[in-house]
């Protein structure tokens, strides 16, 4: 036998009762420890604020089921997350119902970090990075990039060695920069000269 699936319209009048269980609401009240006294007019508020809070997001929900190629009757979880998604003023839930993700996506993303963490460039890594060479004791302390020239190989800088600096922010992240200067480091052991 079929549930019954008819939606309970919203009231049109006022009654005095809630359709919330309002000491119920009362327990979850005194769970906050912020709250010492509530009255029962506050919470009586609280309560009806909620039953409207509640009615406005499965309203919301309701239109994102419409909106399928395939329209439903029921809600489901993603609709709410569509919802939470598309409304701006549903913004602050986005932590507590979050869009679901496949495991397919799941997987890639485990792949790509396990990648980054055991140091394996990836291509975009590896065409983001452009040679430079330190700067030569400049006021700000910033770098400078190189110049390149005739034959297309980086000037050599004062020790000896050409740094290596990723241009493009987007295409890897800051740690990624930071290990792979800390290896470049220790490859090239050698003596670096203090004097300036």
Known sequence: MPYNTTAI?????????????????????????DITVCSNNAAFVITLATEMFV?????????????ERKPRRNIQYKDMANAVTHQDNLEFLEDIIPKTTS????????????????GEKTAAAAAAVEDERPT?????????????NGNGAPPPAANGFTRV??????????????????????EQDGDVSMTG
């Open 9 to 33: 319209p919203p009231r049109k009048e006022v009654t005095g009762q809630t359709q919330l269980p309002l000491t119920r609401v009362k327990k979850i009240i005194a769970v906050d420890p």
């Open 165 to 186: 600096r990723v241009l493009s922010s987007d295409a890897v992240d800051p740690n990624d920069q930071l290990e792979m200067e800390m290896r470049q480091a220790q």
């Open 103 to 118: 495991y397919k996506e799941i997987k890639a993303k485990a792949a790509a970090a396990r990648a980054r963490v055991s």
């Open 55 to 67: 009615q406005y997001l499965t309203g919301e929900a309701q239109n994102m089921t419409k909106l």
């Open 136 to 148: 030569d004791g400049a006021p700000n302390g910033k770098r400078q990039k190189s110049i390149m």
